[in-house]
């Protein structure tokens, strides 16, 4: 399924476009000293493997479906990682696994390469096939290389509830570094890149609406930072 630049906007590209543009900073994240405990249900390691397409299913054996935005190469392995092919333009491709019950925990080891901040990885927990006039789901994190976004998804709309700096931007070298989300009722607590944890909370992030995992590969720009994954997982 191909999603149209709507598509990238109404599940991605807005949240972060309106990041960028310095809109309205939520002061509602918190450190936290842990995370809860949430077993992996899906598990996939990219690492060592040879390249070539995006394999049909995970490590435990659930398949893989890609959806694409603005693009039509899928997203591949390569030297070792998943790469998201993008191209020099906005657009997305979002790699997905059903869970078959709320996705409470979502996370991935994701690099950076080069290029501006506007390049993105999202986490994010939706409810099925995402017609972007309907879709909902009750996660919706964006990492780049400088910033943290926490949102939910509406109606087929991001709606931002935090995001902050990270206090270092990370390296663009790309150096795989973990992001791990997990739900605590209306929390959810963020494992970040720069090696801190914070705590967001909003009753939206406990109604589980979304049974789908998405790791999602975003450009804003041509010049946009590539992003990869080493490691994938959700629970």
């Avoid at 709606?159 to 790309?174: H, T």
């Amino acid at each position: 399924m191909t999603l149209t630049r709507r598509g990238v906007l109404g599940l991605g590209g807005a949240a972060l476009l309106g990041a960028l543009a310095g809109c309205g900073a939520s002061a509602l994240a918190t450190p936290v000293a842990g995370v809860p405990d949430v077993p992996l249900r899906r598990h996939t390691r990219w690492t060592g493997r040879p390249d070539g397409p995006l394999p049909a299913a995970g490590d435990e054996g659930v398949p893989f479906t890609t959806l694409l935005s603005n693009t039509t190469a899928r997203p591949s392995l390569r030297g070792g990682v998943l790469v998201g092919n993008l191209p020099a333009r906005s657009s997305a491709a979002y790699v997905t696994q059903p869970l078959g019950a709320p996705v409470r925990r979502i996370g991935a080891r994701i690099a950076f390469g080069p290029g501006t901040t506007s390049g993105s990885a999202a986490l994010v927990a939706w409810n099925g096939a995402p017609e972007v006039d309907r879709v909902d789901g009750h996660l919706h994190l964006v990492f780049t290389p400088d910033r943290w976004i926490a949102g939910v998804l509406e109606g087929g709309r991001v709606r931002e509830i935090a995001r902050d700096d990270y206090g270092l931007a990370l390296p663009q070298d790309g150096t795989p570094r973990t992001v791990d989300v997990v739900t605590a009722g209306d929390t959810v607590v963020l494992r970040l890149p720069d090696g801190t944890a914070t705590s967001v909370r909003d009753a939206r992030f406990g109604t589980g609406s979304g049974t789908v995992a998405v790791w999602e590969f975003y450009k804003n720009a041509d010049d946009s930072a590539e992003v990869t994954f080493a490691e994938t997982w959700a629970g």
